[in-house]
Every structure is written in structure tokens, then in C-alpha cells.
């Protein structure tokens, strides 16, 4: 067998060996963050990951969350293995210190063992980082030739921890989308990318049926992300990242989990910056609605609540994911626009809804870089249908408990409304680009805050019908461009206009990871300056100015 380098690097947990890339990046792959939730960690927040002796073997991807099968998404693939012990991230860093190594064949792994008390089961016991690193994980010490926590910090690099998209439903961390390696070697910065529980497993809120012998906890995927977080506090100085500037980014769902961390108490400190690229900044739900939610879960595995305990636990993955695809489907007829499976406004984890927190200037003072598509709902009225109300019907319905004064007043917003391009843009802006700007506008009192728009666009894109729709910025962002994406992108030309793009992209994103500042102002109420990112960029005094007028009238949005 042909030799494979690879590389070795200490962590809390053990030593870990992972591979050198073609390029000679440095690459650690499905390294757990958090015990196996799996038999009585099932719907319970995350504990602390085991120790192993010997080397783990990182060079391969992991597990991804359980989830439908997509062919849509190619992390969810009929050939990808899916597990419950899925909380595991991965880390991207340019070449250091550490030994380079040939493959010395099969890696030890840790055997399963019982999960230790837990990390924290609400965030009314949440300790220092310090302390949870003492008393949970004992530091073993860092293995000769790699970066040592204690390293010089002004050689460590920033680093940007990543959440994927998928509705909160679907993806994964692995997904090709998100490979990082042309990013990580445009900005000489360590990238890590993160598996978190998807579905009914860690978006929907059983607590209500929670007993004195079993606990339900609610937000567990976001309580994972946490878990992530103070993972990465304790070993990214290993890697060669600086834990002192951490920047979270994500799109789409993940951009929506950066916003909502920005208001969770128990993330404070773990995090020193934001960036949110398409988040549904309000698509976070009561108390109230989120228990009939559960109820209606448990209708559909089909038994009763007072069985609900037993059949929670006791249901195989595929059973728990086929009830959430039928709870989906139901809610998007039922409440248009509403998305069933994702994070609750608990009163404890998440105490107040973040579009109030950010529209306050009460979140988390970190800079905040966030920004949209130009043309945000195209996706759901032609690839994806049925996420987002597309029909006039599903509009009116989600307009139905508005004045019909402020509906009429959003609808004359959109010209040539009901077509089909007015509907697609008016749900993406409901979905996507109002709550960003009420979330900007708020946070722009605390700390600086930064706006752009994605515009660019292809041939391509614009005969399918696209555009500069959701998901298009992360090609430019990861520099894919080579990829199977890029190239259908492309296909028809605009390649080096994209590369261009793209450059110019990472450049911000980079900077902003390193400096917490980008090149254009920052956002105010008054002038509220964008960024438009397109062939050519430029700089626009309140894109969109009618339209955001217009939903202004609007509180029913979220």
C-alpha cells in the first residue's frame, strides 16, 4: 500500500493523526467534540468527549447527522453514512511545526465508554471555560514538534468555525461546498466545520414531556455548536489558532444558528466575532408553538403522549427522521413560511427571541459581518418548492393575521405582482432580507456592524432561473470554483469574472476574520451603506429602500 503522509497533533482528548493535503495544508477530520448522544444521551445536551490512548486516526470524514436521503445535497447521498454520533468537526490549518509522518497503518480509536456528568444541562450552570477545561478535561500535555496551547500568540492564526446549512434539517459540515482549502490558503487562517444534530434529534422541544427519572432538553443543536465552541477554546491553540479570535460564520441555517448564538447567554466569550450569510434571523419560535409542534411529532410516529417517553427513546433514527419529513411537510401547508425544526425560545438556553435581542442592541457586542443574495427566494420557486410560501395562496396565509392595509402596502412594493419573480422576491425578503436589516440596524449600536448584497451572477444561473439565489455566495466564499458546482456555474461562461469575485470576497471575509473590519463603512439607520458584491462592486445608500419601507408596517414577519 502506497505510503500516505500525514501529521500528528496533541489535543485533551489524545493524539490525533490526520493528513497532509496536495496543497500542504494540514487536515484533522471527524474529531469528536462531545460524547456519542446516543442510548441515554439521546435528547440530552452534549458531555464532554472521552480521552483515548494511543493515535486516533482523523484523515477520514465521519458520520454525518441522520437525515432524509437528498438529492439535493450531496453530504446526505444514498452512499453516506449517517449515525447519531455525529458530533464531531473537522479542522483546516496551513502546514506548522508539526512531524510529518508516512502512514504507520491502522489508528487507534477510542473504545465506547460511559459519558461522564454533564457538560451543562441548562446555562444557569455554566462555568468558566477554565474551569470546565480542569474539571471536565484534563490537559495531557502536547506532543513533541506540534503547537502547544501556550504558543507565542502572535504566531497563531484567526480562526473561523463553520455551521452548515440545510434548514436545520439536512448537511453536513463535510459537504463539498464548504471544502476550505482555497480559502485557508488565501488568508492563512484555520478553518473548522462543524456536524451538529439535525431534525427531531436536535431542533424540535420535547422538554414538555420530560419526567423526574428522564430529562428532555431543548435547543440540543445549537447547545452543540456551544459544545463545539468551548472545544475550540480548549485545543485550537494546538492547530496553530488563535482561541482569542474566533470568528462563527455560517449560511442559510447556520448563518440563522451565528445570529441566534449572538443572543444565547451561555456563548459568551467563546466567540469574538460573526458572519451570517442569508440568515432567517427570525426564524426561531415560542414555547407554545413549539410543544404543539412536538405533539403533532409524536402523532406521527404514531403513537400517544402518554407513550411519548418510551417512543422517543426507543425509535430507530430512519423512524424519527420519516416523522419529521411528514411534520414538515404538514406545517409548510398548514404555516406557511414557518419551519418547525428549529431553535425555541426556551426561557433558559435561549431566554428572549433574537430578533428582539439584536433589533435591541442586547446581543453579544461582537463586529458583524451580514449580508443576502440579490435574489434570495428564486431557489424556492424553482429547485425547492414548498420551503418557502411561493404560491399567492401561501402568501395570503402568511400574511393572515396582518392589517390588510400593511399587506396591500408590501404587495404594491413588488411590481408585477402575483407573478412569479415579484412572489419568489417577496418571500426571500420576508424569509431572509427584512429580519437581517432589523437585526443590523439594532446591532449597529453595539458594534460594528457590516452589510453586503450578493448580486453576482452567471449565464447559467440566470437560464435556470436563479440568479444571485440563495446559497450562490458560497462559491466565492470557499473558492470552488474548480468544483462540479463552479463549473455548472459557469458553464456557459463568467468564469474569471467569478474568480474575481471571489478574490475580492475572500479578501473581506479574511480581513474581517483577522481585524473584526472590512473596507466599506459600517451600517447606521441613517445612510445604511452595502456593499454589492457583482462583476463590478460597488457601494449603495439603502438598497431596496420602498421595500424595506414597506414591511416596516409588518410585526407578523417572523
Not at 435547543?219 to 452543540?224: C, E, I, P, Y
Not at 438556553?349 to 434570495?376: N, Q
Request: hydrophobic share 45%.
Amino acid at each position: 500500500m502506497a505510503n500516505v503522509v500525514s501529521t500528528q497533533v496533541q489535543t485533551a482528548q489524545g493524539t490525533l493523526r490526520g493528513a497532509l493535503t496536495p496543497t500542504g495544508l494540514r487536515a484533522f477530520r471527524a474529531i469528536p467534540y462531545a460524547a456519542p448522544p446516543v442510548g441515554n444521551l439521546r435528547f440530552r445536551a452534549p458531555r464532554p468527549p472521552e480521552r483515548w490512548t494511543g493515535v486516533r486516526n482523523a484523515m477520514h470524514h465521519g458520520p454525518v447527522a441522520p437525515q432524509r436521503i437528498s438529492q439535493y445535497y450531496s453530504a446526505a447521498g444514498p452512499d453516506t453514512d449517517q449515525s447519531e454520533d455525529c458530533l464531531t468537526l473537522s479542522v483546516l490549518t496551513p502546514a506548522a511545526s508539526s512531524p510529518v509522518l508516512p502512514d504507520a497503518g491502522p489508528s487507534l480509536s477510542p473504545p465506547d465508554a460511559a459519558a461522564p456528568s454533564a457538560m451543562r444541562a441548562s446555562s444557569a450552570m455554566r462555568t468558566s471555560s477554565a474551569m470546565r477545561t480542569s474539571s471536565a478535561m484534563p490537559d495531557a500535555g502536547p506532543a513533541a514538534g506540534s503547537a502547544a496551547p501556550d504558543a507565542d500568540p502572535a504566531a497563531l492564526r484567526p480562526v473561523i468555525v463553520w455551521f452548515h446549512g440545510g434548514a436545520f434539517v439536512r448537511g453536513a459540515g463535510s459537504a463539498p461546498a464548504y471544502a476550505g482549502d482555497a480559502l485557508v490558503e488565501h488568508g492563512d487562517a484555520v478553518l473548522v466545520t462543524v456536524n451538529y444534530r439535525l431534525g427531531a434529534l436536535g431542533f424540535l422541544d420535547f422538554s414538555q414531556f420530560s419526567t423526574p427519572q428522564r430529562v428532555f432538553e431543548s435547543n440540543l443543536g445549537l447547545r452543540d455548536m456551544v459544545a463545539a465552541l468551548e472545544w475550540v477554546q480548549r485545543n485550537i491553540a494546538a492547530f496553530g489558532g488563535d482561541p482569542s479570535n474566533v470568528t462563527i460564520a455560517g449560511q442559510s441555517a447556520g448563518a440563522t444558528a451565528v445570529t441566534t448564538l449572538m443572543c444565547v447567554p451561555s456563548a459568551a466569550g467563546l466567540f469574538h466575532r460573526a458572519i451570517a450569510q442569508s440568515p432567517a434571523v427570525a426564524a426561531v419560535y415560542g414555547a407554545e408553538r413549539a410543544a404543539g409542534w412536538a405533539r403533532d411529532f409524536i402523532n406521527w410516529l404514531h403513537t400517544t403522549e402518554s407513550l411519548a417517553v418510551d417512543a422517543l427513546l426507543g425509535a430507530p433514527p430512519t423512524e424519527l427522521v420519516a416523522a419529521a419529513t411528514r411534520l414538515m411537510a404538514l406545517t409548510q401547508v398548514e404555516t406557511p413560511g414557518a419551519m418547525c425544526m428549529s431553535p425555541v425560545v426556551d426561557g433558559d438556553f435561549l431566554p428572549e427571541h433574537p430578533i428582539d435581542v439584536l433589533a435591541a442592541g442586547r446581543a453579544h457586542p461582537v463586529p458583524l459581518l451580514i449580508g443576502s443574495t440579490k435574489h434570495e427566494g428564486a431557489l424556492f420557486a424553482t429547485a425547492r418548492p414548498g420551503l418557502l410560501p411561493i404560491s399567492a395562496e401561501s402568501i395570503n396565509l402568511m400574511f393572515e393575521i396582518t392589517d390588510p392595509g400593511a399587506q396591500l402596502k408590501v404587495l404594491s412594493a413588488y411590481p408585477g405582482y402575483p407573478s412569479k419573480r415579484a412572489r419568489a422576491q417577496l418571500v426571500g425578503d420576508a424569509a431572509f432580507w427584512v429580519p437581517g436589516v432589523h437585526a443590523a440596524q439594532g446591532h449597529a449600536t453595539v458594534a460594528p456592524t457590516f452589510v453586503y448584497r450578493y448580486d453576482f451572477t452567471t449565464a447559467a444561473l440566470n437560464l435556470k432561473g436563479h440568479g444571485a439565489t440563495h446559497g450562490t455566495d458560497l462559491l466565492p466564499v470557499f473558492g470552488n470554483l474548480d468544483s462540479s458546482r463552479g463549473r455548472a456555474a459557469t458553464m456557459l461562461g463568467g468564469s474569471e469574472e467569478l474568480a474575481g469575485v471571489s478574490e475580492r470576497m475572500q479578501d473581506q471575509w479574511l480581513t474581517f476574520a483577522r481585524t473584526g473590519a472590512v473596507s466599506w463603512p459600517v451600517y447606521d439607520d441613517v445612510d445604511r451603506p452595502t456593499k454589492i458584491f457583482s462583476t463590478t462592486d460597488r457601494l449603495i445608500s439603502d438598497p431596496g429602500r420602498e421595500r424595506r419601507r414597506a414591511w416596516d408596517s409588518v410585526a407578523t414577519y417572523r
